[in-house]
């Protein structure tokens, strides 16, 4: 009688991307109960009860999108669902969700310890990729909770939005308060910023054990400036769409932001800081500076897919208003220029499905100002970043780290982000040579257009695992939602 297979499934004949090397090897993955058991150029399929050819395809770790908002401008409940799959379908097998008390999301207020049950307890079992939160501290109660959201639900990262005091997610606005539905004599202001770095710095010296994973991620342009700005370029009307978008939140209203929060992460010695969503020379110059005035910071640097592949004259316009707003051709040209130089950490979405009945007025469809920030995009973020990356020269190696193995250990995903033995087994096998249109029709998300509509990418995703489950093969997602909810620190350390 022969002996029962070793392994649960063994994918054969895949060229492996590890992060942190230089080369892609040509071998074969056992996989049991959901981690990669053995990895070797030859392994006989005897060995294990489902055998997969892997036709050469590139096989990259799964993608950890690192930046995503599921819930914001549709029921949390419906998003997991609908964007996950849409994940799933670029190679995600994480997603990262920011998430906050106030109007949108869940449009309630009060204490994370009612409020972040109710998140989780509507994330179960909808998910068809894992996933975690980062959350915001947006009250001053909500400062005293982090070190308890750490231990009890490990939640290990937090945000602040450096310009939602006086100026609105969409543009001007008088009604802040409100949307963040602040209690009596409480601001949300630089000082408040400030109390959050000091709240953050006493978890890690009140846990060193998880000091190393907490972190506080930024949003860096400032009120002042943009309310500023939007008044002129309205008044003035010269410039349209994007481009107005873009003059109305400059450049160096990030970049100051990016020097206030970095001064405070110095003055309160938060030492783990996220600059997210990098947009433009301004912002990264400034990001890049201040990494020399205080080495001491761990300062990680962020760039999204969008801000990569589209610049303000991009045909879709409207479709295409986020915040920060999407650059000028220069801009785009000069992120590209630090990423290959590995002056950004790590690329994302900032996926934030938006339908189009949401997105702009009916009335006035092409009018920048009435139209609401943010896009999905999840879906393109691995074949968009394959594509042009490539043209470009840079590494499968490279896209990996970027994609995979730096988000997972900042955020304390110790199980995810590269391919070896112990790891969860997650993978998107990647076709190099496959030409193809983006075509909002053929995602998942329920947001019904892309602002990517039209573009020519040169990759694409034919298999995505999750933790060794296939969950999307062609475009097409598989099964029931198997997403598991990640307590951070995750995995084995290292």
């Known amino acids: 009688m022969s002996a029962a297979p070793r392994y649960d499934k063994l994918i054969k004949n895949v060229r492996v991307v590890r992060p942190h090397r230089t080369a892609v090897d ?30 050469r395809l590139l096989a990259f770790p799964g993608v950890v999108d690192a930046h995503t908002h599921a819930g914001i401008y549709s029921p949390l409940e419906q998003d997991a669902v609908t964007e996950s799959r849409a994940a799933a379908q670029g190679g995600v097998t994480t997603m990262l969700t920011y998430f906050r008390t106030g109007q949108y999301y869940l449009n309630r207020g009060g204490p994370y310890a009612e409020f972040y049950p109710e998140v989780l307890r509507l994330s179960e079992g909808r998910y068809h990729v894992d996933y975690a939160y980062h959350l915001a501290p947006i009250h001053g109660r909500h400062i005293d909770e982090i070190e308890s959201l750490a231990k009890l639900h490990g939640v290990t990262s937090f945000k602040i939005f450096m310009f939602y005091g006086s100026h609105g997610l969409h543009g001007r606005s008088t009604q802040q308060r409100d949307f963040l539905m602040l209690e009596d004599g409480e601001r949300y202001d630089f000082a408040h910023f400030e109390f959050i770095m000091r709240g953050l710095t006493r978890a890690m010296e009140n846990n060193p054990a998880l000091a190393e994973y907490l972190s506080l991620s930024l949003h860096c342009e400032l009120a002042e ?15 349209k769409g994007l481009a107005a978008y873009s003059a109305a939140r400059p450049p160096h209203s990030e970049g100051l932001a990016v020097w206030v929060a970095s001064y405070l992460a110095n003055e309160t010695n938060c030492v783990n800081i996220n600059l997210l969503h990098l947009s433009s020379r301004k ?20 760039v999204t897919i969008g801000h990569l592949l589209l610049d303000i004259d991009t045909p879709t316009q409207v479709q295409a208003k986020v915040n920060p707003p999407i650059r000028p051709r220069e801009d785009v040209e000069y992120l590209w220029e630090q990423v ?127 933790r060794g489950t296939l969950v999307c093969e062609d475009g097409n997602v598989v099964g029931k939602p198997t997403g598991q909810y990640l307590r951070r620190p995750y995995g084995l350390k290292r």
């Open 26 to 55: 040509l071998l074969d993955l056992a996989i049991k109960d959901g981690r990669f058991a053995h990895i070797a150029p030859e392994i006989a399929p005897g060995e294990a009860k489902e055998v997969v050819d892997g036709k």
């Open 225 to 239: 400036i943009m309310t500023a700005y939007t008044e002129r370029v309205e008044r003035e009307g010269k410039l």
């Open 283 to 302: 912002a990264l110059e400034a990001a890049l500076t201040m990494q020399r005035v205080f080495p001491h910071i761990n300062f990680r640097r962020e």
């Open 340 to 466: 290959l130089a590995r002056n950004v950490d790590w690329v994302v979405s900032d996926h934030a499905c938006c339908s189009s009945e949401l997105k702009w007025d009916a009335a006035h469809p092409d009018d920048i100002w009435m139209a609401k920030a943010g896009f999905g995009g999840t879906e393109y973020l691995l074949p968009g970043l394959v594509s042009e990356g490539s043209k470009r020269g840079m590494s499968y190696n490279h896209m990996a780290e970027l994609t995979s193995a730096n988000p997972a250990r900042r955020y304390g995903l110790l199980g995810k982000g590269d391919i070896a033995v112990g790891y969860d087994a997650d993978l998107a096998l990647v076709d190099p040579d496959a030409n193809f249109t983006v075509r909002a029709a053929e995602s998942e998300s329920g947001q019904g257009y892309t602002p990517f509509e039209g573009q020519e990418l040169h990759a694409r995703v034919r298999q995505t695992y999750v």
